[in-house]
């Protein structure tokens, strides 16, 4: 029998095809997934605990309800089930990191004269984008040999609008690097068709711009033009040279998407190629993290997902190449067609050229999930054995799926600021990062009771939103749509010992919120102190909970510190700047001395004439300068 009280009744969940959530006690979105039947899907979840594989139990045992909404049909479901796991971020759902951000050759199609350019922004608008390529070397100096093929704009909008406003052409243009109309050299309309030609060439198009030079080379050679002709001569020797940067692996017709893939039970690496014309014009690695039991075809399922559901119509070629088949492959072909609007297949790489690059990208794939797992500080049976560890050691009713540390940071009493980092499921979470600025104060304890006040206030009222950046910038000019504090914490870890753990304490109760746990880790012994008690729980020194508590107490600190130090050399160069005959050496050399502008306010025109090089001219100039 199953042990979960939250279990529909077998004649509650419908057959019908559908998306279904998992939520904790909080209402936290856990785990999202779809469903041809969604009465056999659940079942499956609610069979006895002991069948089930470790993470799906712990993640229906974490969960406090289970929900599903109804579609008409299996394509519907799975556009859903896409939205709902980029709109809650599940922390079961598999969990993807790209390996790195890689640089793409991106055509600004939306301007007036399109320009190209090197960017790892995917959010131009109207940009159309090829790549990604492992090297911005490899971006820049495919974009030399194009440009001497289909010369067009490369300077910046800043150039262009003042080339194009003087009459005069932008420097670019001056020495033959860029062919737009601030070149002076073509029209607006002459240019849009030479960029046409780009895009069309990138796109896979190189056979008929090969042979339109070629005939176009002979023509001017037959008419003795041979100037025209080592031209075209030119032109080809630089599209050879581009061809050449990327061999010829399938057929040149052929557009495609490959994807290697490499898993073990609680990683997976993939390799994705980018082919157009028969040729790799990019690749893509990207680790995941399968926080719960999900087979090879499930994985692709959500792989293609990710790759798709936010890709434009251009993106998506004829063909993906997989290393098995999804059980919904044909839903998952309807939709791809109906987001690119033209046919689209999946099939599995099993013979000739197709078969052999699928081994050298699931080979890339293998090794990438081994340097993945070298670098990992911790494995998921780590982490789940620390949650577990710091629930029992703690006394909590449930493991702490989400920790939020605290820390603060001053110099003397001065630009005082506080940390917020986030683990969620052992890991941290740094999009969530927070930090505070704080009154001048010397007490800690004030600081931290003050800090977490403003964050508790905001679990009555989420529907507002955080009020500093993950950077701390509280000054910021430009206003910018910032992350929710979105759920509410299991636990609370303070760095410091008693009375840092009775200030948070504090807070907590004069915010009605005790029912969050709490503790703080004192670095001298490392000892564990919980609220109310006199003696602190020691963890062994090999506990896997206490191993947590230290990363996320360090994390809290190293956050703390670097915003403070940031904000303390911008407050001080800032002001100080201002002074006529203050250098950057001289400015420095005061920070290093006094640390903040407030500690230079209160100082003595003898005092500043202490460090050397500053005499006392100068030091009445700081010193009324700083009276203003």
Known sequence: MSQLPYRPKPGEIPTNPGVYRFRDADGRVLYVGKAKNLRARLSNYFAPLRSLHERTRRMVTTAASVEWTVVPTDVDSLQLEYMWIKEFDPPFNVRYRDDKSYPFMAITLGDEAPRVMVTRNRRIPGAKYFGPYPKVWAVHDTIDLLI??????????????????SGRPCFPGQIGRCGGPCSGKVTIEEHRAIVDDFVAFMAGGDQRFTRELTARMREASAAMDYESAAGYRDKLQAIDAVLNRSALVLAPDTDADLFGIAEDELAAAVQHFVIRGGRVRGVRATTIEKEIDIDGADLVDQVLQRTYGDAVAADIPRQVLVPSLPEDAGDLEAWLRDRRGKNVTIQIAQRGRKAELMKTATLNAQQALMLHKTRRTSDYVARTQALTDLQEALDLPEAPLRIEGFDVSHLSGTNVVASMVVFEDGLPRKDQYRSF??????????????VLTRRLAYLDRPEEQAPETGDGSEESAAPRKRPRFAYRPQLLVVDGGKPQVEAAARALADAGHEEIALCGIAKRLEEVWLPGEDFPVILPRTSEALYLLQRLRDEAHRFAITHQRKRRKRDITSVLAEVPGLGDARIKALLRHFGSVTALKNASVAEITELPGIGPKLAESIRAHLSR
């Open 437 to 450: 600025g704080v009154p001048e104060t010397t007490d800690d304890t004030d600081s931290l009771y003050q």
């Open 148 to 165: 001497k093929v289909f010369p067009i704009r490369t300077c910046s909008d800043a150039s262009y609008k003042k080339a194009m406003q």
